[in-house]
């Protein structure tokens, strides 16, 4: 059983930054990993992917891009999504994921925008 654990979530204002982490229970190196968002009522939204090994291959959601970035230090099993710029509206409980035959979620982090 794998577990996920984000951190560094909380409040910010708006054209502010928060680095997010995750860390993993095992080995992530070949897995992909992603950071989605949801709000209430609404669906979880990919945020951002990164491939497996180096991470070569990155995808953002249109509404992120150029303000996120996503990173992964394997050697540490944990992935990062560094937010810079904030707006109200990425105001939202994040939720890391391992990808694979077998998905694991963490138990997410809040992220409030807001003056």
């Known amino acids: 059983q794998v577990q996920l654990v984000e951190s560094g979530g909380g409040l910010v204002q708006p054209g502010g930054s928060l680095t997010l982490s995750c860390a993993a229970s095992?080995?992530?190196?070949?897995?992909?990993m992603g950071w989605y968002r949801q709000t209430p009522g609404k669906q979880r939204d990919l945020v951002a992917r990164?491939?497996?090994?180096?991470?070569?291959?990155?995808s953002y959601d249109r509404n992120v891009k150029g303000r996120f970035t996503i990173s992964r230090d394997n050697a540490k099993n944990t992935v990062y999504l560094q937010m810079n710029s904030l707006k109200p509206e990425d105001t939202a409980v994040y939720y890391c994921?391992?990808?694979?035959?077998?998905?694991?979620w963490g138990q997410g982090t809040q992220v409030t925008v807001s003056s």
């Open positions: 990164i491939s497996s090994g180096n991470g070569n291959i990155i």
């Open positions: 095992g080995s992530i190196s070949s897995y992909t």
């Open positions: 994921k391992r990808f694979g035959a077998q998905e694991y």
